[in-house]
């Protein structure tokens, strides 16, 4: 058991050594010369991640926001471009709709004022033709009893004539008369 003692109080006194060496913190079960050397290979982990990965990751994250915050900006002037032209579109197709109703209707209206015009030329040839047929038949008619005249003066005298000649006699001159009568009307 002295042994065992001993031993513990060697430990003991390591312990005592170490920490009067390493100050409290070694009662914590640190080691201060392996603490220092890992807080500065921390620091240089985190000096090398903050130059080499940190910052270019963070000058990505905020070039990519900007990106996004331009594209968002885009997106709504696009919007805003689109919502205007659609309006604009819309009231293009207004106005040509009322134009072509109106460009509809002036057609329609000079079509039929065409129409009518031709109608009162076609109603004045006609009556130009009719005019002109009745003119034709009334020199007709008038060529006729001219000639009509003419043929009863020639069948007058002929049967005056006849009647002359032959004896005068009341019987006869009534046949003769009748008979020049029925020829003309032949």
């Not at 057609?107 to 109608?119: E, F, G, I, P, V």
Request: charged residues 30%; hydrophobic residues 40%.
């Amino acid at each position: 058991m002295s042994q065992e003692i001993q031993q513990v109080a060697q430990a003991a006194q390591e312990v005592a050594h170490v920490t009067e060496s390493s100050g409290g913190i070694g009662t914590l079960g640190i080691n201060l010369k392996i603490f220092i050397a890992q807080l500065i290979n921390f620091t240089i982990v985190v000096l090398v991640l903050w130059k080499w990965v940190y910052t270019p990751i963070v000058k990505l994250l905020e070039e990519r926001e900007k990106k996004i915050t331009k594209g968002v900006k885009q997106a709504e002037e696009i919007e805003k471009r689109i919502s205007s032209l659609e309006k604009e579109q819309g009231e293009l197709m207004r106005k040509a709709k009322t134009e072509a109703a109106i460009i509809l209707e002036n057609a329609h209206s000079d079509a039929q004022q065409q129409k009518n015009a031709l109608l009162e030329k076609t109603k004045e040839e006609i009556k130009d033709v009719v005019m002109q047929g009745k003119l034709q038949l009334q020199r007709e008619k008038e060529q006729m009893i001219r000639e009509s005249r003419e043929e009863i003066a020639l069948i007058a005298v002929e049967a005056s004539r006849k009647i002359l000649s032959e004896a005068i006699d009341e019987k006869k001159s009534q046949k003769l008369a009748e008979q020049v009568v029925d020829s003309m009307s032949q």
